[in-house]
């Protein structure tokens, strides 16, 4: 997930679930499913692999390099909260 402003080893309820499934029965929300939460633990940040831009226009040598890294959130999901419970 993108980078979110939670401590490492805090909970994170996120309420905007757009699809439940598994064990052969599954919810899609339009676009979310109502009453449906996550509940998750963050593990801390992480960066992504490096994004190579790479400018170039030929005849007039004009070239320009630059790199990016994303930074993301890591989490570990502890429990799913359907509608009906």
Known sequence: MERLDVAEGSKVELD??????GNGDSLIGNPIIKDAKVIATSLGETKGDKV??????????YHKKTGHRQTY???????????GE
């Open 16 to 21: 905007k679930v757009l699809f439940i499934g």
């Open 73 to 83: 959130t890591t989490l570990a999901i502890n429990e799913i909260i359907t509608p």
């Open 52 to 61: 190579i831009v790479f400018k170039y226009k030929s005849k007039v040598r």
